[in-house]
């Protein structure tokens, strides 16, 4: 990965100094300039998907989105600082999982029982110049996720502010099922 500008790791660092934060995330892009990687959406589906992910490195997309800083309930974490002693009190990413997007989802459901705000900086930006970037889970991390995280998911995911039955849950952008009549 190559910082896409000098102060997107400053800008990571100065909301991760808050100590309602937990975790700070910014955006991963392919050599093409496309957003691949960074928040995280919620949903019954595929239980997160990036959200706007495929986002032109010029476009802010739907409402801005693209270019603000938000809070969002998970992160991937592909570009993170956590504070050294959260990690300490609370402990890391459950192994089984790994590290992709079910890790990640599960380690920032951790951090919000623990009432830490979990942070997408879409502006710290950094370049993925490898053609492999893999967001799948493996199988084995999808049966534990199933059978250990899955419950206490699904008692989130009917609170979480940015999730709603109406969109669509691929691609996460906002988007909704059917055309309003």
Not at 6 to 17: M, P
Not at 78 to 97: F, H, M, N, S, Y
Not at 146 to 161: E, F, G, I
Not at 170 to 178: E, G, I, N, S, Y
Request: charged letters at 20%; glycine letters at 8%; hydrophobic letters at 40%.
């Amino acid at each position: 990965l190559q910082p896409d500008h000098t102060d997107a790791l400053i800008e990571l660092a100065s909301w991760a100094v808050d100590p309602d934060v937990g975790m700070v995330a910014g955006t991963v892009r392919n050599g093409s300039g496309l957003l691949i990687s960074g928040g995280l959406i919620l949903n019954n589906t595929s239980v997160c998907a990036t959200l706007l992910k495929g986002l032109p490195r010029q476009s802010i997309g739907y409402m801005g989105r693209g270019a603000l800083p938000q809070e969002l309930s998970a992160v991937s974490m592909d570009c993170v600082i956590i504070r050294k002693e959260i990690v300490a009190r609370l402990g890391g990413p459950l192994a089984q999982l790994g590290l992709g997007n079910l890790a990640a989802t599960e380690w920032c459901l951790r951090l919000r029982e623990q009432g830490l705000k979990i942070v997408w900086c879409p502006q710290a930006s950094w370049t993925q110049h490898s053609t492999r970037y893999r967001d799948k889970p493996n199988r084995d991390a999808r049966i534990y996720f199933d059978a250990h995280v899955r419950p206490r998911y699904q008692r989130w995911l009917s609170h979480d502010p940015a999730y709603h039955v109406a969109f669509n849950t691929l691609p996460a952008d906002f988007t909704l099922r059917q055309p309003l009549a």
